[in-house]
């Protein structure tokens, strides 16, 4: 019997839903989090999602404080003080 708690989940599976409801939200940002990924993996998977989707000229992931936003590219332009903080 398989342990189904250690089963591998692909990446079609993972990140291009999370990228897939970004888009049709139309946030200017996305704070993304999974538990058990560290922020570099989720960036690294994520910018592959984004550039097998042929999306880099929408979107673009952003790292501020170790944590991971989707971002528009439009508004990933604006000053760090015009972006809303976590706190």
Known sequence: MSDKSHMRVGKDE???PLIEF?????????????NG???RCLIINL??????KGLEDRIRT?????VVYLVQNSYARLPMSQI????
């Open 62 to 66: 952003v790292i501020i404080n170790n």
């Open 47 to 52: 910018n592959k999602s984004i550039k097998e």
């Open 22 to 34: 970004f888009l049709k939200t139309g946030s200017n940002f996305l704070e993304v989090y999974i």
């Open 84 to 87: 809303p903080s976590r706190e």
């Open 37 to 39: 990924i560290n922020s």
């Open 14 to 16: 993972l990140y291009d």
